[in-house]
Each structure stands twice: as structure tokens, then as C-alpha cells.
């Protein structure tokens, strides 16, 4: 991905975002473009506006981190917007060759060490998974296989969750919340372009995506980044009816780029029986085929 355009397009949007309130600016009555003028945002951290005006053209590269840091708190950016302009100062100097993650093979090529599975499969009050920063489904317990039996069941979802999202009419079932979930989804992606400008396989998807899905392509354009650490979702399962999880992500240090996500429900919930009931149901599925072909 163009690393100049990148720059360019997360720092205007970014300004936009931004009302002159939001800053203790006089709003004034003659504002031409949304949010701040670059010549507020120059003033706030403490830059020449030719200064700003060249790094909002694209050019990030050999700035200082102070200057990156006084860009960030002008344009009120969040821990993970922070990160993402980090990310593309570094990719801008070249310098992000040692930060990036080692390069990954395809979903269907890569299988976990035998210690991740057992970790996986030892997870049995709630789905469990491990997925890349493409969304990737690299592995799961067994309850997260039954969770996400229509993904996994469609082979043009490839095991991955964005475009089981966009792309599959399941996912507006499974996901209630929709446009929420896509906002995430996209959020999530946008955040790994920055970290991994270099993945081919992000840059496939993201144009497979951006061909075949409107809604994905507005939300592309809107440069939002996010970090998907913890917090709650609504899930509607075909089996067994509605779900609200929290989720937990961890970064897998002896994985560089992966991340395990596992899903729980509030102890004594309904949402806890029907994690429950669907464990059931995936033991006795997988049971059957041992049952119909007794071994001896």
C-alpha cells in the first residue's frame, strides 16, 4: 500500500473529526472545510503550518517522535490511532523491517504447535481461536467450531472473518449488531495495513473486498484503526439463539502478528447455558462418526 497516501489520507481524516470545540477554538462562522484548519492543528502542536501541511501531504519520513507525539495529542488521536501513525512513520523511514511480523503462509498452510492446540482445547467454557491481523482463522477449540459453524461451513469464506463478514448473508444472522461488527472488522484490517504495509495477502483481501462489497469500501475510506483487546458482543447462533460474550485478546509472544481471542459468558447467564448446550451439541456431533463406524 502507498505509504505516502496512507499518511496523507489517516492525517486529513483524522482532522476532520475534530470540531473547534473539542480543541477551545471559536467555531467561527466562515469554516470551508470539516473539522480543524491545518493551520489549527500547526498551531496546537506547536509546528509551522508549511511544516504540518508537508506531513499531511504524505511525508512522514524523519520526523521526530516528539513531533509525531505533539501531531497525535493536536488531532486527539486514541492509544490505537497512535499506534497506526507510528506505524506508518516507521514503514516511511524503512525502519519498520525489524517491527514487522515475520511472514506468514496462508491459513491453509499453517497449523499450530502441538502446545498451542493442547491450550486451545484445554478452553472449554467458551470458543477459543487464533487468528492473524487479517482476520485469518488459524486455529480453535472445538466450541469455537460449533460457534462459528456457518463461517467455516462456506469455503469462499476461506476462514476468514472479514469476509465472512461482507461477503456471506450468514454473518447478518449471526451478527445482530451488524454495522458495529463491521466497523471492527474494518478497523481491525486498516490497523494491520499500517503495522504490515508489506502483507500481500492483506492487500489481496482488502482489494477482493473493496470490489465485491460497498459497505466495506466506504468503511475503508473512513481510515478508522482499532486494536481488538477486550469487551463485549452479541451473537445470534443458529443452534442455540442469542449470545452476549466478552472476549479477551492475547498477543502470542512465541507467534509474532497472531493473536488469541477467547470468548465467555457472565457466569449464571443464559447466555452461559447456551455456551453450555452448544458444547453438547459439538461433543455429540463429533462423537457420531466414531458411533456409526465402531472401531474393530
Known sequence: ???????????????????????DLPAGSRRRVPGLRRSEVAALADVSVE???????????????????????ALLLDDAERAHLLHLAQAADGSDALTRPRRRTPAR?????????WTLDAITAGPAVVANGRTDILAANPLARAFYADLLANPD?????????????????????WDLFADMAVAILRREAGRDPHDKGLHDLVGELSTRSGDFRTRWGAHNVRRHGTG??????????????AYE??????????????????PGS?????????????????ASPAARHPAG
Not at 501531504?57 to 497525535?72: I, W
Not at 498452510?109 to 492446540?117: E, V, Y
Not at 463485549?232 to 460474550?245: E, S
Request: no cysteine; aromatic share 8%; glycine share 4%.
Open 109 to 117: 498452510q499453517w497449523t499450530p504447535h502441538r502446545s498451542l492446540q
Open 270 to 286: 443464559p447466555s452461559e447455558e447456551g455456551l453450555r448446550l452448544l458444547a453438547s451439541l459439538a461433543a455429540t456431533e463429533e
Open 157 to 177: 469464506n476461506q476462514r476468514n472473518l472479514a469476509r465472512f463478514q461482507f461477503l456471506d448473508p450468514a454473518a447478518r444472522r449471526f451478527y445482530p449488531d
Open 51 to 73: 511544516y504540518y501541511a508537508k506531513l499531511e501531504r504524505g511525508n512522514l519520513a524523519g520526523v521526530s517522535p516528539a513531533v509525531l507525539e505533539a501531531v497525535a495529542r
Open 1 to 23: 500500500m502507498d505509504n505516502r497516501e496512507e499518511v496523507r489520507e489517516f492525517l486529513t481524516s483524522r482532522r476532520a473529526k475534530i470540531t473547534p470545540g473539542q480543541v
Open 232 to 245: 463485549t458482543k452479541r451473537f445470534h447462533h443458529p443452534a442455540v439463539g442469542d449470545l452476549t460474550l
Open 249 to 266: 485478546s492475547l498477543d502470542l509472544a512465541a507467534e509474532p502478528g497472531l493473536t488469541m481471542t477467547v470468548y465467555t459468558a457472565e
